[in-house]
């Protein structure tokens, strides 16, 4: 019973993160952190 329960936790606990990183409000947060990588190379050339 227990690692079901465990199971179930992680499950929604994945659904939950998933849903509010998918959501339009946070892309422009996501796109500038995907870009962080980028930019460091950018000013060292620089």
């Given at each position: 019973?227990?690692?079901?329960?465990?199971?179930?936790?992680?499950?929604v606990l994945?659904?939950?993160?998933?849903?509010?990183?998918?959501r339009p409000s946070v892309k422009p947060?996501?796109?500038?952190?995907?870009q962080m990588p980028l930019d460091d190379d950018k000013e060292e050339i620089a």
């Open positions: 019973m227990v690692p079901g329960l465990i199971t179930a936790v992680l499950l994945f659904v939950g993160a998933t849903v509010y990183l998918w947060e996501m796109d500038a952190a995907a």
